[in-house]
């Protein structure tokens, strides 16, 4: 199973942007997914979880109403808008699956992980 997300650049403050990510390997509508980050220097975080249908979601309480994650399994894609942006979510971001169809433990991590995509927030 291969995990490929994209998106990840150099924004100002306040601005927004989307990540991308998809699943090659897998039944893309079997699996949840997720984004976490790791800032350097901290430990991974959790950010938001999407169950396999997106009918829940999970978001760490730092991002809640800022950010907003989603699926197309029609398209095998998922992606996570970000507004609002802070310095503080500077990070590495990394897209992962598992495969079961919701996020029960998420915040402990994921089975299928992709290499991770920059995010870096200009004060």
């Known amino acids: 199973v291969q995990v490929v997300e994209s998106g990840g650049e150099l924004v100002q403050a306040g601005g927004s942007l989307n990540l991308s990510c998809t699943v090659n390997g897998a039944t893309f509508d079997d699996v949840a997914m997720a984004w976490y980050r790791q800032a350097p220097g901290k430990e991974r975080e959790g950010v938001a979880c999407?169950?396999?249908?997106?009918?829940?979601?999970y978001y760490a309480d730092s991002v809640e109403g800022r950010f907003h994650i989603d699926r197309d399994n029609a398209k095998k894609v998922m992606w996570l808008e970000m507004n609002v942006l802070k310095p503080e979510d500077t990070a590495m971001y990394f897209c992962?699956?598992?495969?079961?169809?919701?996020?029960?433990?998420?915040?402990?991590?994921?089975?299928?992980w992709g290499k991770g995509t920059l995010v870096t927030i200009a004060s």
């Open positions: 992962a699956a598992d495969p079961h169809p919701y996020c029960g433990g998420w915040e402990g991590g994921m089975t299928y």
């Open positions: 999407l169950s396999w249908s997106g009918g829940t979601s």
